[in-house]
């Protein structure tokens, strides 16, 4: 009886499970062409990134490569391309070569570069910051007390590892400028960072019992 009982129970389970798939066929094959689509544009995009990355990574060396002075326009135009790729490694690494070579001369036109990597590229938090710096730094020995601090406000208001070398860049322009107190003040405020940077710190205290000493 239990045996007879147990096999009625079995049928009545696969009558179940057969009708199920029956009544829901429809939705079941379009589920599965669903996730196949998913599997199929997730592998598609990452095959794309990681070609379009490669490319972009060769074409920067071949560029850095055969750069030459006879050949600086060229040079620039095809860095500029990279740069407005928004590529988060390589765009960057074009502007830096542009500085570092003296491709551009505009300012103007080199802080729109800056803000098209700033603003448009996602970059990784702290490299941003590094970016953000190095704006400042392009533009320190040219800007005015508050369009420097501008530049450096989001870096002086976090806890970025940048925030002792943002501190200590404003603290130098005051003592360049003969702003002996302001200068002290940015120099204090690096000494009582958590972790400021060891050199910067070692700077500033030379500074402080040096040169700012009452």
Known sequence: MDEDLSIINANTR???IKNFFVNNKKVLISSVIVLVLVVIGVYSYDKYTTDKKRQISDNFNAITIDHSESAKETTLNKLLEIINQKDPTYSPLSLYFIIDNNLLSDQSEVNKLFDVIIDETSLDKEIKNLVIYKKALFNADQANEADLLNMLNP??????VWKSHALYLMAEYFYAQDQKQKAKEFFQQ?????NPNPDIRIESEKRLNRDLSD
């Open 155 to 160: 870096l002086i208001n976090s806890e970025s």
């Open 190 to 194: 690096i000494t009582t960072l958590e």
């Open 14 to 16: 696969n009558e179940k």
